[in-house]
Structures are given as structure tokens and as C-alpha cells.
């Protein structure tokens, strides 16, 4: 009976996972592309209906399975770890960064160069990607590579195991042209996990990861 139950969560999470990277993009790309008033509506509604589904049905999972003993933290204690953790995440991905544009000249990510290629398509393009970037995606992909992840894998005392998988595939889901950019997605989520299993509160990995993409995502539109 536990087997079936662990399928079934399993099977919800993969269809929550496969939603995200594919259905909310292409209604993103509708609005943008189309110039006509209804296209724009359909792709703008459909990509609001469809994050706010994603959360509502990852959150109703997560509360169910969720394992984690949730360290009681002060809104102060809450910040510093928060933003201690912000710290090592800028140390390491700045490290990974430079080795980037060293070894192979690259000064964007191929995730980021994605992004800025469809933001220069048009202002409400722009506006779009960057309401998903800085506010949907993190909220989502902590749902779906943290919260569920980590508390569906099979061995619950497990900590170093889950979080390399976790991250391997938070990785995956992002665009990298090679070794180093993916370790620099790598250490993001390693650096999400590890807030998570620590305190105990998914909210402080979706703090982190709305902290990071704002600043990454309002450079970029501010020069594009």
C-alpha cells in the first residue's frame, strides 16, 4: 500500500515537473510573438493559470509529505540565515563565473544568453519573463527540486544523496553549454538544498532563490 501511495506522489510529482518546463514557456512565447490583443490575453492568462496551478498543486503535495522538523527561527535569525547563505552561494557561483569567461570566454551562462535573446524581442516579452524569473520560477522549481524531491526520496535520513540528485537535475533544467556552467547551476541548488534541510522551511530556499534571481534578472533588464 506505502508502495503504491509513494508511485502515485511520484507520478504527481513528475507531471508537475514536465508542466513547468514545458506549458507556461510556450504561453509566454504566444503572448509575445502574436500582435493580436486575444493572442496576448490567451498566452498572458494561460501562463498565470498555469503557474498558480503548479503552485497550488505542488504546495497541497508538499504539506502531505513533507518530513522535515522546521527549526523555530526569529524574522532576524530567518535573515541570517538567508543571507549568510546568499554569501557562500555569490562566493562560489562568482568563482564558477570567472573560470567561465577564462576557460571559455563566456560571459553569460547559455541559460542567461536565452533569456536576454527573448527579452530583446519586445517589451512585453520582457515584462513576462521577467515576472516569471523573478517571482514564479523560484517558488515553483523549490517546490518541485526541494520540497517534494527531497521528501520523496526513499531513504528519509539520507542528506548529502537527495540534495546531489536534486541538484543534478535542478541543473538539467536549465541551459548549459558546458562543464562549468552546469556546476554553476549545481552549486545554486546545493546552496537552496542546504538551507532547506537545515531550517526545515521551504520558504527560506524560495527566499534565497527570489533573492538571487531578482538581482540577476533586473540587470538584465535594465541593459536590455
Request: net charge positive; glycine share 8%; charged share 10%.
Amino acid at each position: 500500500m506505502k508502495n503504491k501511495q509513494t508511485r502515485r506522489i511520484f507520478g504527481w510529482w513528475l507531471l508537475i515537473a514536465v508542466i513547468y518546463l514545458l506549458v507556461p514557456d510556450t504561453f509566454i512565447l504566444l503572448a509575445g510573438h502574436t500582435k493580436q490583443l486575444t493572442g496576448q490575453l490567451i498566452g498572458i492568462m494561460g501562463m498565470l493559470i498555469t503557474y498558480l496551478g503548479l503552485i497550488w498543486g505542488g504546495w497541497r503535495l508538499y504539506r502531505r509529505i513533507n518530513h522535515l522538523n522546521k527549526m523555530k527561527l526569529t524574522v532576524f535569525q530567518r535573515l541570517q540565515w538567508v543571507i549568510g547563505m546568499y554569501f557562500v552561494l555569490i562566493l562560489i557561483v562568482g568563482g564558477l563565473t570567472l573560470l567561465n569567461q577564462l576557460i571559455y570566454h563566456q560571459s553569460q551562462t547559455a541559460n542567461n544568453q536565452v533569456i536576454i535573446d527573448l527579452v530583446k524581442q519586445g517589451p512585453l516579452m520582457k515584462w513576462l519573463f521577467g515576472v516569471s524569473t523573478i517571482i514564479f520560477a523560484p517558488i515553483i522549481e523549490e517546490l518541485i527540486f526541494r520540497g517534494l524531491m527531497l521528501n520523496l526520496w526513499p531513504h528519509p535520513q539520507a542528506t548529502w544523496t537527495p540534495m546531489v540528485v536534486s541538484s543534478i537535475l535542478f541543473s538539467l533544467g536549465h541551459v548549459s553549454s558546458n562543464p562549468i556552467s552546469f556546476l554553476i547551476y549545481f552549486a545554486m541548488g546545493m546552496c537552496f538544498a542546504y538551507l532547506y534541510r537545515q531550517t526545515g522551511d521551504l520558504k527560506n530556499s524560495m527566499l534565497i532563490h527570489i533573492i538571487n534571481n531578482t538581482l540577476a534578472m533586473s540587470s538584465i533588464l535594465l541593459m536590455y
